[in-house]
Nanobody, 130 residues
Framework: QVQLVESGGGSVQAGGSLRLSCAAS????????MGWFRQVPGKEREAVAI????????YYVDSVKGRFTVTQDIAKNTLSLQMSSLKPEDTAMYYC???????????????????????WGRGTQVTVSS
């Protein structure tokens, strides 16, 4: 089993920055892909940023490219999301997720759907005010 615990959420004004962290514990050697998802009430959970544990290759949803950066510290079993130039539309519950399979398919596809990930944290709220 793998446990994921997020931290770092909060409230910030538009244009500000926040850094989210995710601490992984348990059978972490089985993890090959980790990511950050977000969800607002009434909408589907969407992948924000994904990173491959071995190659470090990343994926970002178009709406955050150039503003968010996902990083990992494999030795410390942590995942981070640096969020800058935040917008009110970034307001959501942010979840850390992990899977045992790859982040990317052979044809360039990305495993960025909720059902692709087995392990989840409880989430941390990010609120951006205008």
């Amino acid at each position: 089993q793998v446990q994921l615990v997020e931290s770092g959420g909060g409230s910030v004004q538009a244009g500000g920055s926040l850094r989210l962290s995710c601490a992984a514990s348990g059978y972490t050697s089985s993890i090959t892909c980790m990511g950050w998802f977000r969800q607002v009430p009434g909408k589907e959970r969407e992948a924000v940023a994904i990173i491959s544990r071995d190659s470090g290759s990343t994926y970002y949803v178009d709406s955050v490219k150039g503003r968010f950066t996902v990083t990992q510290d494999i030795a410390k079993n942590t995942l981070s999301l640096q969020m800058s130039s935040l917008k009110p539309e970034d307001t959501a519950m942010y979840y850390c997720a992990a899977r045992r399979g790859p982040c990317f398919g052979y044809n360039g596809s990305v495993f960025n759907h909720r059902e692709n990930y087995y392990y989840w944290g409880r989430g941390t709220q990010v609120t951006v005010s205008s």
